[in-house]
């Protein structure tokens, strides 16, 4: 069954710094991988779609990158500010289309 | 626009009495799906819908229930709701069930006393 993990589960940094979130997981035979923003007590914001034929995506200040063949994916945000302060989360389907494992996501926090 | 449309947001009920969250996509999309986010436990697919009349069990189906009648609804029921489904629930819905961006609801805030 797939499993999808986020490290770490927080992160703080001034602004202005370049980051990396990660997530793994454990069934290579995926569709594709989409990361997500989350404010609080709001809904999820797509910010990436990989298709499992990918190697990576960007937009504006974020990349993602996928490495089935290790299970793991990266997001890498670009110059940080504070309004990216938020959660991340990274998704992956389980065995059958249609079944979307989250990981738990990591905890941003850009200071001023 | 592009919307999710969750109904209630935010909901207190008592143990037992039966209620459904309705949710709506105008987006004309195949695929929805529900979920729930608890904390530590992260967010948990409760039912998805491939396409109209075609219902799938998520990790934690228990104590719930679907229907897909109709393309652009996608209600939860919860037939005798108790303490333990107390949580944040999201609707989603995208194009397909695999290959293309997912919209999120706003979420509903259900507690069940």
Redesign the interface.
Known sequence: KQEVTQIPAALSVPEGENLVLNCSFTDSAIYNLQWFRQDPGKGLTSLLLIQSSQREQTSGRLNASLDKSSGRSTLYIAASQPGDSATYLCAAYGGSQGNLIFGKGTKLSVKP | EAQ?TQNPRYLITVTGKKLTVTCSQNMNHE?M?W?RQDP??????IY???NVEVT?K??VPEGYKVSRKEKRNFPLILESPSPNQTSLY?C?SSL????????????SWLTVV
Do not use: C, H, K, P
């Not at chain 2, 530590?40 to 697919?45: A, D, I, S, V, Y």
């Open positions: 999710v695929y799906s979920y530590g436990l992260g967010l948990r697919q998805y819908s491939m799938d998520g990790d999201f989603a397909t069930g695999s290959g293309n961006t997912i919209y999120f609801g706003e979420g």
